[in-house]
C-alpha cells in the first residue's frame, strides 16, 4: 500500500486547521483491525489518547 495518499490527506487536514496526526505502523494489516499484535494494542492507545484529549479540549470532558 502506498503512504502518499494518506500523507497528501494528512497535509490536507493540517492545512485545512484540522487536529490530525499520521502514524505509521509497521506489522500491521490495512486499517487496523485491532487484532492482537502490539502494534495494533499502540494504535488502540493512541485512539483512546487522541479523543480524551480531544473530548477534554473541545467538549470539557474529563477523561
Same mark, same amino acid.
Given at each position: 500500500?502506498?503512504?502518499?495518499?494518506?500523507?497528501?490527506?494528512?497535509? +490536507?487536514?493540517?492545512?485545512? *486547521? $484540522? @487536529?490530525? %496526526?499520521?502514524? $505509521?505502523?509497521?506489522?500491521?494489516?490495512? *486499517? *487496523?483491525?485491532? +487484532? @492482537?499484535?502490539? %502494534? %495494533?494494542? %499502540?494504535?488502540? @492507545?493512541?485512539?483512546?489518547?487522541? $479523543?480524551?484529549?480531544?473530548?477534554?479540549? @473541545?467538549? *470539557? $470532558?474529563?477523561?
Amino acid at each position: 500500500m502506498s503512504l502518499q495518499p494518506a500523507a497528501r490527506m494528512h497535509r +490536507a487536514l493540517r492545512a485545512a *486547521g $484540522v @487536529d490530525a %496526526e499520521l502514524h $505509521v505502523l509497521e506489522s500491521c494489516s490495512h *486499517g *487496523g483491525f485491532m +487484532a @492482537d499484535a502490539p %502494534e %495494533e494494542r %499502540e494504535l488502540a @492507545d493512541e485512539i483512546r489518547r487522541f $479523543v480524551a484529549a480531544r473530548l477534554a479540549t @473541545d467538549c *470539557g $470532558v474529563t477523561p
